[in-house]
């Protein structure tokens, strides 16, 4: 029997259930929140439907939402006269079977506007599940048993298309700059969990001229690939005791440097994996403060020069 992993749902739409017991209920069903400003992610030819998706509430308190077959985005202003001009899409975890909506969607896009980021939240397709709760978390439960060890070359992610959302969210933000009062060389991306490891796709796979200018990579996987010369400055986060993706050490960073492209690492003593914007008492509660002032660091909250 696996042990029990701490705080895994908040990234995995599992909050609180040990792998081993995916017999159990996924969440507490709850009736479908309203998303004000949400926006078809392909316009007229946006697929599927709202009415697919399941809403619940992971251990009890923790929004989330599975089946989701039609894509959007959700603008979160800054206050008026605050924005900087940066822009940040925001990718949700959820192991690509569900999203952590608020905790890893809403709650940091609106931290991050607080700060006079323009946020994005990107609600991407999910691979489907049962609708029936004990079915989905039998499904879920072993999709993940398959995955452990090796999520960058799992099925999960290569049956996602978090990554193609992602590549059209950002492209959506850029041509809709003006709009949002946003410059669109300063459109970055953050993502938790399977929201990092889309992150971390669309970063090195996309086109140059459709890559994110800055990627914040939270608790993704740290496992190494070959990084190109112009990728896109990383700021990688994930804690040490982190129950999902154990710690290797930081290879996936050494690929930024050996790549001589700009890369900060913040590895917290503790923390677990999904704290979202931080578990109370441990020092991931400074992760969007220091998320921001590497932005400010690599110039990105501040208008860039004409070229």
Not at 258 to 266: L, N, Q, T
Request: contains cysteine; hydrophobic residues 45%.
């Amino acid at each position: 029997m696996m042990k029990r992993v701490p705080g895994i749902v908040a990234a995995l739409a599992l909050l609180a259930m040990p792998l081993c017991a995916a017999a159990q209920p996924v969440s507490v069903p709850t009736k479908a929140p309203a998303e004000p400003g949400a926006i078809p992610l392909y316009g007229d030819q946006t697929p599927g439907s709202a009415s697919s998706e399941v809403w619940g509430l992971m251990g009890g308190r923790v929004l989330g939402v599975r089946n989701v077959t039609r894509p959007t985005l959700t603008p979160v202003l800054p206050a008026r006269g605050k924005a900087n001009g940066a822009a940040v899409v925001v990718a949700p975890g959820g192991a690509f079977m569900g999203l952590a909506i608020d905790h890893e969607g809403w709650q940091v896009a609106r931290a991050l506007a607080a700060r006079g980021i323009t946020a994005f939240v990107l609600k991407y397709r999910l691979i489907q599940t049962p609708v029936a709760e004990a079915e989905a978390g039998k499904f879920m439960g072993a999709m993940l048993m398959k995955e452990i060890g090796h999520p960058m070359e799992g099925e999960l992610l290569k049956q996602s298309k978090a990554p193609e959302d992602a590549r059209t969210a950002l492209a959506m933000v850029r041509a809709n700059a003006a709009k949002w009062g946003i410059d669109p060389r300063r459109v970055g991306i953050i993502g938790f969990s399977a929201g990092a490891m889309t992150s971390r796709r669309v970063a090195l796979d996309a086109p140059a001229g459709e890559r994110p200018d800055f990627v914040g990579y939270i608790y993704g996987p740290q496992d190494a690939e070959p990084v190109p010369a112009d990728a896109p400055p990383l700021f990688d986060a994930i804690a040490l005791d982190d129950g999902l993706f154990p710690s290797k050490g930081f290879p996936i960073a050494a690929g930024w440097l050996a790549a001589k492209r700009p890369v900060e690492i913040h590895g917290y003593q503790t923390g677990d994996h999904g704290f979202g914007l931080g578990k109370p008492g441990t020092t991931t509660t400074l992760l969007i403060d220091q998320f921001t002032a590497w932005l400010a660091m690599q110039g990105f909250l501040k208008p860039k020069a004409a070229k």
